[in-house]
């Protein structure tokens, strides 16, 4: 958990500091579970608690009882400022838990404006923004309309969930994540064999396969 001493201090200097504590009906808080999925809408609070399709996912996450999921937003300037100065990490609201300690963190990526607060919220969580430079969890993924062009991003991400898919393939998705995290005792080498299912199902693996590759359905690794 972050300092909360240092956070109550901070919220009294920023705009709308209820943005930042949480609270909400239908919050999700559990004691028992394996997988902890962070979703990181790169949005201020407003704009991501309104995205339906994010409730839909973390309703769906929550129902399995092997993961918790809870959610984060992008601080407005003014709190990044405050947060900076007391040494805050981006961290989620359920349970104020620091981005960088879940295992699996995903980002809705609905408009291209918002890329560059992805690499932003990253840094703020304190994670290497580039995924080569990354060597243990978090798993950083992204979802959402603007995935059907992964590439500005490849660099960054570890996997991209490309196009809309119905809750059944989320689960089957999210099944597939959970082998790489808790059963394939997750290394900077990856599962390339869990990797391989996921590709297809319209997974493209960011900056570890080759587009020319994955755009052949050819699932091979770049070494």
């Known amino acids: 958990m972050i300092d909360m001493n240092a956070l109550t201090a901070i919220l009294s200097k920023v705009e709308k500091p209820g943005r930042y504590v949480s609270g909400e009906l239908g919050r ?12 990181a809408f790169p949005d201020v609070y ?13 309703k769906l996450t929550n129902e399995r009882e092997d993961t918790y999921a809870e959610q984060c ?46 690499i932003a919220m990253l840094k703020m969580a304190g994670i290497e923004p580039l995924a080569k430079d ?20 490849a660099d960054f991400v570890d996997l991209f969930v490309i196009g809309h898919f119905d809750g059944g393939v989320i689960l089957d998705i999210h099944q597939f ?14 599962s390339f064999r869990l990797f391989y299912h996921l590709g297809k199902v319209l997974v493209c693996l960011g900056h570890r396969y080759d587009l020319f590759a994955v755009n052949k359905h050819i699932f091979s690794p770049v070494v």
């Open 28 to 39: 999700v808080k559990k004691d028992a579970y394996k997988v902890r999925f962070l979703y």
């Open 46 to 58: 407003e704009v991501g608690m309104s995205h339906l399709g994010t409730q839909i996912l973390y």
């Open 73 to 118: 937003f992008a601080p407005f300037p003014d709190m990044q400022e405050e947060m900076k100065k007391a040494g805050i990490p981006l961290y989620s609201l359920e349970t104020f838990t620091p981005a960088s300690e879940f295992d699996i963190i995903g980002f809705n990526l609905s408009y291209e404006m918002c890329y560059t607060t992805v």
């Open 134 to 153: 990354r060597k243990a969890l978090p798993i950083v993924m992204c979802g959402g309309t603007c995935t059907f062009n992964p590439e500005p991003l």
């Open 177 to 190: 994540i959970f082998g790489l995290v808790v059963f394939e005792n997750y290394n900077t080498t990856f």
